[in-house]
C-alpha cells in the first residue's frame, strides 16, 4: 500500500524546520513517509506510542495519509543477475546527467548490458534512460551513446544549483561533474567583467556566471552547431538573454568574433586548449585572468606549464598560473587539471 493513514503533528510552516529537527532528535518522528505540506501547516507523521517531547506536544495531533518513501537500493549491483565472476568487474561509477545515466561497461559486460540497464533503471527511480558511452571524441567532443534500457532518447534536462540546462548527451559536451568548477569560477567574477567562454558547449559555465555574478557581458562561443542552439534556449530559460551573447563559430577567431578585450577567458577544451592559448592571449584584458583546462598525467604538469609561460613570452605577456588542482580522474594516472592563469604585459 503506497499511502497509510498515521497519526501526526501539524505545524505552521514557518515553524517546521526548527520543530522537523527536534523530533528527530526525540527519536519522534516516524521514518519512511513523505513529510506533507499545505499553504499553511506542514504535517509530520509521529510514533504512535512515542510520548510528544515537551514544547512539541502543543502542536495539533491529525490523522493523515503519508506517502511511502521508496525504498532505498544500495547499489544496482544488487539487482543484476550475472555468473559470479563477473560481478566484480560491474562499474562502481558513472555519471548522471539529468535524468539520463552514462555508464562504461568493458567488453566482457557487453553481452549482459540490457540487465544492467535495467538494474541501473530499478536501483534509482528518477533515471528514465541508460547508456553505455565510449570516451568522447573528436573535436567537437562529442560520443557515440547506446541506449540500453529505458526510454530511447538521448534529450535531458539537468539541474544544478537553481540552473536548468538543456542537454542532448550524443551531439553536445556535457560533464555534471563539473559543477562545482562552475560555481567557483562565477564566484571569482567581478561586477562589470567582460568574460569570454571560449569552449561554451551548451554554455553552463556562461549561465553560471550570469546567474550568480553580475557581469557586463559573457561571450560564449562553441563550434557546434548543435551545442549553440541548446545554448541559445539555455540562455533563455534561466533568464540571462541579457547577460549572455552566444556565437556559432571557431574560437582561433575570437579576436574578429568579439568586438573587444575580456578580463576573464573560460579555456575548457582539454586536449587542446593549450593550442588555443595565443588566440586567448589577443584578447586578455591587463591583469584578465585564463581559466585553463587540460588532461595531463601527473608526470605531464610542469612541462605543461613551463609551455604555457613560453607562449606568454612569445606574446609578451607573462603569464603566472595559481589553483593549479586535479579536477577528476579522466583515465588510470591521468586528471583533469584545472589552473587559473593571471596575464599581465611585460615590460619591454
Ligand atoms: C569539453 S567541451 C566543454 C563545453 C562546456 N564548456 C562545458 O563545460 O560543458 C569543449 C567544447 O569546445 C567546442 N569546440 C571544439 N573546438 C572548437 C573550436 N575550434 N572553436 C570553438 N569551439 C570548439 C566543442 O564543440 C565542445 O562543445
Redesign the pocket.
Known amino acids: 500500500m503506497k499511502y497509510q493513514r498515521l497519526k501526526s503533528i501539524a505545524v505552521q510552516v514557518h515553524l517546521a524546520e526548527r520543530v522537523r529537527k527536534r523530533l528527530i532528535k526525540e527519536g519522534a518522528l516516524l521514518k519512511g513517509y513523505k513529510i506533507k505540506k499545505d499553504n499553511d501547516y506542514v504535517y509530520f507523521p509521529v510514533k504512535k506510542s512515542t510520548t510528544l517531547p515537551k514544547g512539541v506536544d502543543k502542536y495539533s495531533v491529525v490523522n493523515k495519509a503519508f506517502e511511502k518513501k521508496e525504498q532505498h537500493i544500495c547499489s544496482y549491483k544488487e539487482l543484476v543477475s550475472l555468473p559470479e565472476e563477473l560481478k566484480q568487474e560491474l562499474p562502481t561509477s558513472y555519471d548522471v546527467i539529468g535524468q539520463i545515466l552514462l555508464i562504461k561497461l568493458p567488453q566482457s559486460l557487453q553481452h549482459y548490458k540490457k540487465r544492467i540497464g535495467e538494474a541501473l533503471l530499478k536501483a534509482d527511480t528518477h533515471i528514465k534512460t541508460v547508456c553505455v558511452i565510449d570516451p ?1 571524441r573528436g ?4 560520443r557515440t551513446i547506446d541506449v540500453i534500457a529505458g526510454e530511447q532518447k538521448t534529450t535531458t534536462i539537468h539541474r544544478e544549483y537553481g540552473l536548468e540546462f538543456f542537454v542532448d548527451v550524443q551531439k ?4 555534471s561533474r ?1 559543477a562545482s568548477e ?1 560555481k567557483r569560477v562565477a564566484s571569482l567574477v567581478q561586477p562589470g567583467e567582460t568574460v569570454v ?10 549561465i553560471m556566471i550570469a546567474r550568480y555574478a553580475n557581469p557586463k557581458i559573457i561571450y560564449a ?4 552547431r548543435e ?1 549553440i542552439k541548446l545554448a541559445k534556449t539555455n540562455v533563455r530559460k534561466n533568464k540571462v538573454l541579457d547577460k549572455i551573447e552566444t556565437i556559432h ?5 575570437v579576436r574578429t568574433l568579439i568586438p573587444c578585450k575580456a578580463d576573464r577567458v ?1 579555456m ?3 586536449f ?1 586548449a593549450f593550442h ?1 592559448l595565443p588566440y586567448a592571449l589577443t584578447l586578455i584584458e591587463e591583469k584578465g585572468v585564463l581559466h585553463y ?1 587540460d588532461i595531463l598525467s601527473e608526470g605531464m604538469l610542469t612541462e605543461r606549464i613551463d609551455e604555457i609561460k613560453t607562449i606568454g613570452r612569445q606574446n609578451n605577456i607573462k603569464l603566472t598560473t595559481s589553483r593549479v588542482r586535479k579536477i577528476k580522474t579522466y583515465a588510470p594516472r591521468e586528471f583533469y587539471i584545472g589552473m587559473d592563469i593571471t596575464a599581465t604585459t611585460m615590460p619591454m
Open positions: 568522447v573535436e567537437l567532443r562529442t553536445t559536451y556535457f560533464s563539473l562552475r567562454d571560449m569552449f561554451a558547449g551548451v554554455a553552463p559555465f556562461s562561443v562553441d563550434k557546434n551545442a563559430g571557431d574560437a582561433k577567431d573560460i575548457n577544451l582539454p587542446s588555443f583546462y
